[in-house]
C-alpha cells in the first residue's frame, strides 16, 4: 500500500511539474513570429555567459540554436524543440529537435542548445540528411560549464560543439536516448 502510495505521488509531481514548464515556455508553429528572436536572445545570453562559446561563433560556418525544448516523462521520456540556423548571422533555415528516451527517469524540464557547426562537411551533413541523428555523422563535442577554459582557436578540431543552457525543472535519472534533427520545410 505505501508504495503505490509513493508512485501515485511520484507520477503526480512528475504531472504537475511537466504542466508548469509547458505553460512557461511559450511554444511556435514551424514559421512563428518569435522564434529566430528567441533564438538571438539565448545566443546572445550564451556568450555573456560562457566567453568560449563566442569564439567558437567567430569561426563557425553556421550555428543551430534551439532556445526553448521541453523533456518530460516517467520510465519513458520525450522531448521537443524548434529552432533556428544562422549562417553569418542570416537566419538559413528553421528546424525542429524530436528525442526519446526509456529507462529508470523522471520528471520534467526545459532547456536550450546551441550547436556549432565548425565545418563545412557538418553543414553539408545538416542540410543533405533526411534528419540529422545526434551521435551519428561528424563528431560531437557537448560542453558543460567550465569545460572550454584551455580551447583555443588552434585547439579546435571536431565537427561540432554544442553547449547547453537556460536548464529550468528537474529531470533525473538514467536512459537510453535517441535524438533527431529535421528540417522544417
Do not use: C, W
Amino acid at each position: 500500500m505505501r508504495r503505490s502510495v509513493r508512485i501515485f505521488v511520484l507520477i503526480l509531481a512528475l504531472v504537475a511539474t511537466t504542466v508548469t514548464l509547458l505553460k512557461a515556455v511559450p511554444t511556435f508553429g514551424a514559421y512563428g513570429a518569435g522564434i529566430d528572436e528567441d533564438a538571438e536572445a539565448a545566443l546572445k545570453k550564451l556568450y555573456a555567459s560562457e566567453p568560449v562559446a563566442k569564439m567558437f561563433a567567430e569561426n563557425a560556418k553556421a550555428i543551430l540554436v534551439f532556445p526553448n525544448i521541453i523533456k518530460g516523462g516517467f520510465l519513458i521520456a520525450a522531448q521537443y524543440g524548434e529552432g533556428v540556423l544562422f549562417e553569418k548571422g542570416q537566419v538559413m533555415g528553421h528546424y525542429n529537435t524530436v528525442a526519446g528516451s526509456f529507462g529508470f527517469q523522471a520528471g520534467g524540464q526545459a532547456f536550450g542548445y546551441a550547436m556549432f557547426l565548425m565545418t563545412d562537411k557538418a553543414v553539408q551533413y545538416l542540410n543533405n540528411t533526411a534528419g540529422f541523428e545526434v551521435g551519428v555523422g561528424p563528431s560531437l563535442v557537448v560542453f558543460k560549464k567550465g569545460m572550454g577554459k584551455n580551447l583555443t582557436t588552434s585547439t579546435i578540431k571536431d565537427d561540432i560543439y554544442a553547449f547547453i543552457f537556460n536548464q529550468r525543472g528537474l529531470m533525473g535519472g538514467a536512459g537510453i536516448q535517441g535524438s533527431k534533427i529535421t528540417k522544417i520545410r
